[in-house]
């Protein structure tokens, strides 16, 4: 979609979905930060990052995170949150789209938060070549996505959901699901199941 319509929302309200305040979005993030099978990465993107409520979550759990979004306004906010909590220092805030080129490197995490539905049943694809690629071995791919039709978007959760699904070089390795989102975790290539890596199986 294009990033006027985002400009025009962040225009509007600081906090165009809540993220700060509602239970709904907390508990997603709480959800989130739990599926992730790894006590801690080494590297993260997450693309579409907005203000950084969730950004400043997955920073407890990582060394690095690059985070981006198309709307300068809510980078701004976004680094204001992150110098609060004390963890700027670990995050690379910059403007970029999902459809521009990729970070240079690897990343052992790329998190993919409320943000595909906003791109084409082409683009989406592309997309998702781009986070195999992007990922290391074994790294991890977390996607969350409300369910609900918004009838402005391009694709509904569900079609993103099955697209990903339906990706080359992916393995499934977990998922929460609801009326209102579903949340799946995907590795590069096939992990041991998290009790498997402590050698409780
Ligand atoms: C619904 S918010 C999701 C925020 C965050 N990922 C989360 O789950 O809390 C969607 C964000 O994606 C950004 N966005 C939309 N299209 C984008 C694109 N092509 N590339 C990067 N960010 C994009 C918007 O500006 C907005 O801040």
Not at 49 to 54: D, K
Not at 118 to 129: H, I, R
Not at 130 to 152: F, I, K, M, Y
């Amino acid at each position: 979609m294009d990033p006027g319509y985002f400009e025009t929302m962040y225009a509007e309200s600081a906090d165009p979905w809540g993220f700060g305040e509602r239970w709904y979005e907390h508990r997603k993030y709480a959800i989130t930060l739990a599926a992730l099978p790894r006590p801690h990465y080494r590297r993260a993107f997450e693309p579409g990052c907005s203000i950084g409520v969730l950004t400043a979550q997955l920073a407890a759990r990582c060394d690095r995170i690059v985070a981006t979004d198309v709307v300068p306004r809510a980078l701004e906010s976004a680094r204001h949150r992150l110098e609060q909590d004390g963890v700027a220092d670990r995050v690379e805030l910059g403007r970029a789209s999902l459809l521009d080129s990729w970070p240079p490197g690897t990343f052992d995490l790329v998190v993919l938060s409320e943000v595909l539905y906003y791109l084409t049943p082409g683009d989406l694809v592309t997309t998702l070549g781009r986070a195999v690629d992007s990922l290391e071995e074994g790294g991890t791919l977390l996607v969350v996505h409300w369910q609900h039709p918004v009838p402005e978007y391009p694709q509904t959760g569900r079609a993103v959901h099955e697209a990903i699904a339906a990706t080359d070089g992916l393995d499934h390795a977990g998922s929460y699901r609801d009326e209102d989102f579903h949340l799946d975790v995907y590795t590069r290539g096939p992990v041991p199941s998290v009790a498997a890596a402590e050698g409780l199986n």
